[in-house]
């Protein structure tokens, strides 16, 4: 067996916990990025004729309702939402 004093192993034994904690900080921040929640793009869009919400697309303006096909005109918020 190779003779090591104890600040040796110490030191190895501190090396090695910071391998792992690098290796579980480093796995979590990759789950972290796969599951990561995002903001939809689509707006909320109310049919006038037969009161069905749906999703629309963000750059749309008009479009046509999933329910009755009616035209729709998507009103666009301020806030950008
Ligand atoms: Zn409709």
């Given at each position: 067996?190779?003779?090591?004093?104890?600040?040796?192993?110490?030191?190895?034994?501190?090396?090695?916990?910071?391998?792992t904690?690098?290796?579980?900080?480093?796995?979590?921040?990759?789950?972290e990025k796969e599951?990561?929640?995002?903001r939809?793009?689509?707006?909320?869009?109310f049919?006038?004729?037969?009161?069905?919400?749906?999703?629309?697309k963000?750059?749309?303006?008009?479009?046509?309702c999933?329910?009755?096909?009616?035209?729709?005109?998507?009103?666009?918020r301020?806030?950008?939402?």
């Open positions: 067996m190779i003779p090591i004093d104890y600040s040796t192993g110490f030191v190895i034994y501190i090396f090695i916990w910071m391998l904690l690098a290796f579980l900080w480093i796995r979590e921040e990759w789950r599951h990561e929640w995002e939809e793009k689509d707006i909320l869009s049919c006038d004729n037969c009161h069905y919400a749906f999703l629309a963000y750059n749309e303006n008009i479009t046509r999933p329910r009755c096909n009616g035209m729709v005109i998507i009103r666009k301020r806030s950008g939402i």
